[in-house]
């Protein structure tokens, strides 16, 4: 049987010892030889190879293989050459386009630009818009691993080209014309030979479009007008217009048209720069056609809207930026609520973002009443993420701007309400983050209380985000307010209440003279009349106090009343001490009843019988509400309702309650007008009363106002309260700092930079402002730096440089030893009345003058009022300006006192400490005051024609004598010897000035004849140098603030292993951007493995550490492991802050110290199952607080639950969910009353 497999023959023989059939090869037989097909019961001799050793032959030798066989291969059929096919290339995809640059403002033509287009880019490598979306799980949230989409106002082409210029070659500069090592090189500079005008050998496509821009041709001109045109005798150049002629050339063209457009370009771009981002707009008119230019409105209101809303509607139907700042009640909601229906009708999407959590639940009820389509993200709660309009606090959105939501596509309006929050310490920075990182096309709504500076932090956002905003203030008041105090303290005196400050806002002395009057006649002693503040008394006189109050407040119809109070303790003994007082009606009660039974039926049962829960009910009966961070958030809410229908007719409340949804009462009244900001004790700010104190009024219930401050000690002084209630409000100032989550959420992202976001932080606004100004004067001084050539002079050119640096050391060094000299009291004592100086500044040089008086200005620096002789009828400049410059070099040598020509004149002028070189030995006898005033008298106009008195003329010709007499200059006090100085280091100071001085003599420039020509020439050159390197020095990275703190935290993050040297961030840097709050510590616990190890319920106590933050509270009792736990907390803070220390951070207080542990055992039984009328009787922190560190840390175990699946730890992760899963319960977790 002959079978073929894989090339090769083989037929089949008989075993004849079993009858099986093997494969052997097949042979070919020679003539008629018989190979045998069966083989004995022995087998056959092995005569012919196998079947394994013909396969490995076939494997081994390939060279067998009938494929190689010749008469086999491939053959090859000759075919016709075409060369022309060599030309011919397939065109590869489009990789650039042509962008038009245009001016932002104007729309004029300043270029065009190649960039690059984005085919295959996605989240996680583009800070496009136009990359495809990601999956459907990130779109609102986004993720730690997407890029950002680029920010507003930074162009990603010109990072990269910044960078790439770092590594830039200049051929002429950085290549060596000589070898190492050798003495001579090769140069063609003495070469011999012409060289044409250097032309562009390249026109690119920039070029050739320039000169062919579409705005310089009229295609559609008659052909008459064409035919004129052509027969015009120009050169090729009608009125700035390029006109083209078949015989030009391209390069022709291309030359004389890039001329024009650089110079149209700096033309528009110096304009930019003049321009303001700022533009404040006039509501003193009234909008009369508003109708006829919006008349269909995306929101009507059933109300005439005043004039600021008005201006406010127009620039939002021109998508432009607003930035709207009004009182308390003034209705700056309507702004945002038209922003709101312009999205649902353009079908985009609008973000409102609040400072805190609760006002975003309170607007998002008030919202979905209104538009319905609302939804609500915070840190615990996600409602209807797909709505056209999404409420959150600021630290939502930053977070989603960092993870690249696909949300921020779709968003057409921002709107940042409570911008003054920005003032906080603590969060202010997340409103710069937020309004750094938005991108170009979301425009941008500010909502504010009053505040003087509007204009200045709109123009700082308009020129971060190349966009104009308008500014848009009112001052008008809906309801005018009147202030009030009141000194009564029982009911016989609850008559006394004194207007100070009317509703016209002027301060009314007789009503605080009847106040001080009021407290003298019940105090037989003189301490309750002063200026020491309001102090508090006995419980029992409080209380009599607050009745007396409510009463009054009830008589006259002044009810309901919010009670400012500035301490949580405070307000709950008001609060008790009244719960027996009664301002309800039967009808009241029973509505309040069931609102309140109704809001709690959600509570498990024993919830409902904590005992704050029965506590406020009890209080809500009467009328009486209390609302502080103490109070759980339900019942917080059902105060705010209740307080809404006016149900609430007494509310003690802390400042928090000012921010907030329109919640007027009829009258405020402030339990004292001290507090503590967390560092001292300090009377309200401008800004702090004027918020609290709008709540008083009701738009369309009250004509005015009652504002109420309590003296239940001594009565405030008047320039004090003045100052308070008419002063300026509290300027928005930055609170911009770094953090290691900035850094680390911009570092992943190679095109943004830190340095990037501190220029464009507010903090740096000044600076950042006169950037296009300093670049025109730097390229300005760098044509005339580059034209500075060395003195040719023999004997200067060897040590001028060397003595003037010297003369300048020696002058600043004298400088700071006079300051410090002339503060002592040896000195002081010396510089009387009639002292003779000599003075030197950048104003006067080597100048006599004589002592008068001498004061402290408002920086405790001591200021000298001298007498000094001037060329007549001139007045010598005086020292007024803010930024004063350095004291001009002299040379040393040229110690000659400055004589007026004659005949000369006096004048009066003020020098600092600093400014006087010489305490001389002499002093004249001089008549200060008169002289004084003689001088001041005659620069009145009508006494300028007076002749000066005596004591004027002979101080002037005593001085004029001592000049004459003396024109190489007087001796000088002994700082040792005359003002018996014995300050070890001074002394060596003064010796080390004294050898300087010795040392001018050995200079060779000295002896040039033309020295003093050569010394100024060498003084204007070293100017222009110094402000060529200042304005270098300002225009770089180096001159930000902040930038020292940025290499210190980025050398942490190294030595920590969070980036690499290259600056790129490593794992741990990632799962440090998925943590909200510590993320060095949180990420250092997860790979350190201490949490893995513990519980989940010991890892929910030990983690409350970061989120919770009273001080003083009691001492929780701690199981081992959290012992344990907590020493490795302790243990890894005290790592981080000795590396901080290391690298030069300056850190204020312990960083340990930031991580507090009171609540651990609160913590870990509330995880275990505890209820919480049990684990509130653990501690003596207040049920409010631990609800919301309860309700943070579950935030917190959210991220370290994203952080664990990063590293692919699933212990971890599994720990962490159920940790998260424990803590959510009960009235912790219950729904807010605003969502239901």
């Known amino acids: 049987m002959d079978v073929q497999s894989l090339g090769v023959d083989f037929e089949l023989a008989e075993v004849g010892c079993h009858g099986a059939f093997i494969p052997v090869p097949k042979r070919k037989c020679d003539g008629d030889q018989v190979i045998p097909r069966k083989t004995l019961p022995v087998g056959l001799p092995p005569i012919l190879p196998s079947w394994d050793e013909e396969l490995e032959k076939f494997l081994t030798c390939i060279d067998h293989v009938p494929i190689h066989d010749l008469t086999n291969a491939q053959r090859f059929w000759p075919r016709e050459p075409h060369p022309e096919n060599l030309y011919h290339a397939e065109v590869s995809g489009v990789q650039t386009t042509i962008q038009v640059d245009r001016n932002p403002t104007t729309g004029q033509l300043l270029g065009y630009k190649e960039e690059y287009l984005e085919s295959t880019t996605e989240g996680r490598t583009s800070l496009s818009l136009r990359r495809p979306p990601g999956p459907a799980s990130q779109d609102v949230r986004g993720s730690s691993a997407n890029f950002p989409f680029l920010p507003g106002g930074m162009e990603e082409v010109d990072t990269i080209l910044s960078k790439e210029k770092e590594n830039f070659l200049h051929f002429e500069k950085d290549l060596l014309s000589v070898a190492p090592g050798l003495k001579e090189g090769m140069t063609f500079d003495d070469l011999d030979m012409t060289s044409r005008p250097e032309e562009p050998s390249v026109v690119s496509l920039a070029d050739l479009m320039s000169a062919a821009d579409l705005d310089e041709f009229n295609f559609g001109e008659e052909e008459d007008k064409k035919e004129s045109k052509e027969n015009d005798t120009g050169q090729g150049q009608i009125q700035g217009h390029v006109i083209l002629e078949e015989e030009e050339s391209l390069e022709t063209l291309v030359k004389i048209d890039n001329e024009s457009l650089s110079e149209r370009a700096y033309k528009v771009t110096s304009e930019e720069r003049r321009e303001e981002w700022a533009i404040k707009v ?68 609008t973000v409102y973002t609040s400072p805190i959590k609760a006002l975003s639940n309170q607007k998002y009820r008030e919202f979905k009443q209104t538009f319905g389509e609302v939804g609500l993200i915070t840190g615990d709660v996600q409602i209807n993420q797909t709505a056209s309009c999404l409420i959150m606090t600021t630290e939502i959105l930053r977070s989603m701007l960092y993870n690249g939501s696909d949300v921020i596509r779709d968003l057409e309006w921002v709107i940042f309400d409570e911008v003054h929050y920005i003032n906080d310490a603590e969060r202010g920075v997340v409103w710069e983050e937020v309004l750094i990182m938005l991108p170009q096309h979301v425009n941008i709504i500010l909502l504010s209380a009053t505040v003087p ?18 500014v848009i203030s009112t001052l008008k008041r809906p309801v005018p307010l009147e202030h009030h105090l009141y000194t009564g303290t029982s009911g016989k005196t609850s008559s006394e209440l004194f207007l100070i400050v009317d509703e016209k806002k002027n301060f009314l002395t007789s009503g605080y003279n009847k106040a001080l009057d009021a407290k003298k006649e019940r105090s037989k002693s003189a301490q309750g009349f002063g200026p020491k503040g309001t102090r508090g008394g006995h419980p029992n006189q409080d209380k009599n106090v607050w009745i007396s109050v409510i009463d009054m407040l009830k008589k006259k119809d002044k009810l309901p009343a919010v009670a400012f109070t500035f301490s949580k303790r405070k307000i709950d003994e008001n609060a008790l001490n009244l719960q027996n007082k009664d301002l309800t009606t039967a009808s009241e009660k029973s509505e309040i009843h069931i609102f309140f039974r109704t809001a709690i039926k959600k509570l498990k049962p024993p919830d409902q019988k904590l005992p704050q829960v029965l506590q406020m009910e009890t209080l809500l009966q009467n009328g009486i509400g209390v609302h502080h961070s103490g109070i759980l958030p339900i019942l917080k809410e059902v105060v705010e309702m209740l307080f809404q229908r006016a149900l609430v007719k007494i509310l003690f409340a802390t400042e928090t309650f000012a921010m907030g949804v329109n919640m007027p009462a009829r009258t405020v009244v402030f339990d004292s007008i001290r507090k503590h900001d967390g560092t001292c004790f300090r009377d309200l700010l401008p800004g702090e009363y004027i918020q609290m104190a709008g709540r008083a009024g009701r738009r369309g219930l009250d004509s005015t106002g009652t ?71 730097l390229d300005q001084l760098h044509s005339q730096v580059s034209r500075i050539r060395p003195i040719e002079c023999y004997l200067c050119s060897v040590d001028l440089e060397k003595y003037y640096d010297t003369c300048r050391d020696y002058q600043c060094l004298k400088s700071k030893l006079q300051e410090v000299v002339l503060s002592h009291p040896a000195a002081i004592k010396a510089l009387t009345a009639g002292r003779v100086i000599v003075i030197s500044n950048s104003f006067h040089s080597n100048q006599l003058g004589i002592v008068l008086t001498s004061t402290m200005a408002a920086n405790n620096e001591r200021v000298f009022t001298c007498l000094v002789l001037c060329d007549k009828n001139k007045s010598v400049k005086v020292q007024s300006e803010e930024r004063q410059e350095e004291a001009e070099v002299t040379p040393v040598t040229d110690r000659d006192l400055y004589l007026p020509a004659a005949p000369c004149g006096h004048d009066l002028i003020q020098v600092k400490a600093k400014d006087v070189s010489t305490v001389t030995v002499k002093s004249i006898r001089v008549e200060a005051t008169k002289i004084i005033d003689d001088i001041k008298k005659r620069q009145m106009t009508r006494f300028k024609d007076d002749p000066p008195g005596k004591s004027v003329t002979a101080a002037s010709q005593e001085l004029s004598r001592l000049i004459e007499s003396n024109i190489h200059g007087l001796p000088g006090l002994d700082p040792v010897k005359d003002l018996h100085l014995r300050d070890i280091d001074l002394v060596e100071q003064f010796r080390s000035l004294q050898l300087i001085e010795e040392s001018f003599g050995s200079y060779q420039c000295i002896n040039c004849p033309h020295f003093s020509d050569h010394f100024e020439e060498h003084k204007r050159n070293t100017k222009l140098k110094d402000e060529h390197k200042r304005l270098k020095f300002l225009l770089s990275d180096e001159s930000l603030s902040l930038l020292p703190e940025y290499q210190q935290r980025v050398q942490v993050l190294k030595h920590l292993n969070y980036i690499d040297e290259n600056n790129a961030v490593q794992l741990k840097g990632r799962v440090a951007c998925e943590i909200s709050n510590h993320e060095i510590m949180i990420t250092e616990l997860v790979f350190e493995n201490v949490l893995t190890e513990l519980h989940p319920t010991e890892i929910a106590a030990l983690l409350s550490c970061v989120v919770f933050e009273q001080k003083n509270c009691s001492e929780p009792k701690l199981a081992p492991e959290l012992v344990k736990g907590k020493e490795s907390i302790l243990s890894i803070a005290r790592q981080i802050s000795g590396l901080q220390r290391q690298y030069g951070m300056n850190l204020v207080g312990d960083y340990e110290d930031e991580f507090k542990f009171g609540l651990m055992e609160v913590v870990f039984e509330w995880a275990r199952g505890l209820p919480f009328a049990e684990i509130t009787g653990l501690t003596d922190v207040q049920e409010g607080i631990i609800v919301r560190c309860i309700q943070r840390l579950h935030e917190t175990l959210r991220d370290v639950r994203n952080a664990a699946r990063i590293i692919g730890d699933p212990v971890l992760y599994r720990k962490m969910e159920e940790a998260s899963l424990m803590i959510k319960r009960d009235i912790v977790f219950a729904a807010s009353l605003y969502t239901q």
């Open 282 to 349: 006039d509501i003193d008119h009234p909008v009369t056609d508003f109708h006829d230019r919006i008349p269909d409105m995306a929101y009507k209101y059933p109300f005439e809207l005043d004039v600021f809303q008005k201006q406010a509607i127009l620039h939002l139907e021109n998508h432009e930026s607003v930035f709207v700042a009004a009182h308390t009640s003034a209705g700056k909601t309507v702004v945002a609520e038209y922003a709101i229906a312009l999205s649902l009708k353009h079908m985009t999407r």
């Open 453 to 470: 500076n509007t204009l200045e932090f709109a123009d700082w956002i308009g020129r971060t985000k190349k966009k104009k905003i308008f």
């Open 707 to 777: 504002v109420i401050i309590m003296c239940k000690g001594d009565v405030p002084e008047m320039s004090d309260l003045h100052k308070m209630m008419l002063g300026k409000p509290t300027k928005l100032e930055s609170q911009f700092r770094l953090t290691y989550s900035m850094i680390l959420n911009l570092l992943r992202v190679e095109q943004l930079r830190v340095e990037d976001m501190m220029k464009r932080s507010f903090s740096e606004f000044h600076q950042q402002k006169d950037v296009h100004k300093h670049k025109v004067t």
